[in-house]
């Protein structure tokens, strides 16, 4: 079963459930793969799906932060929560020894020895983490930090 197939069927059963937290973040992940698909003109696979989800989380972790320093917390929970439930339906998030593994054999492979080279190194690692969740922002501190070490 796809993730957009299994998002189908979660608000379904949400819609049974009167949950309507979950509800509108399955609606709201429904339209965002959707409105991606008609920009591409062609269905998503799903490791752009996955990119999709992988969004929304950063949208909403951004806006808890933004809620905190507005002194906002009950939103900043609510987006927590919305954050929970579009987890379930990425991958597993990627180790810390995962990502060193990652990085260290994207520098071996690129022949990488400073900070210029680290768009390749970046892309590199990210191609050999796809399929599981990994924060992009984290990543980018690990790959500077080796190699300007």
Known sequence: MTIQEKIQAQMSDAMRN????????????????????????????????????NTLVKQRKDSIDQFRKGGREELAQKEEAEIRIIEEYLPAAASEQ???????????????????????????????????????????QLVKDKLSA
Do not use: C, F
Request: aromatic residues 0%; hydrophobic residues 45%; glycine residues 6%.
């Open 18 to 53: 009167k949950d309507q937290l979950r509800l509108s973040v399955l609606r709201m992940m429904k339209s965002a793969v959707k409105n991606r698909e008609v920009d591409k003109m062609k269905p998503l696979d799903e490791n752009e799906v996955i990119a999709v989800l």
């Open 98 to 140: 995962e990502i060193q593994q990652a990085i260290a054999h994207a520098i071996e492979e690129t022949g990488a020895a400073s900070m210029k080279d680290m768009g390749k190194v970046m892309k590199a690692t990210l191609a050999r983490l796809s399929g599981k969740s990994a924060d992009g922002s984290r990543v980018s």
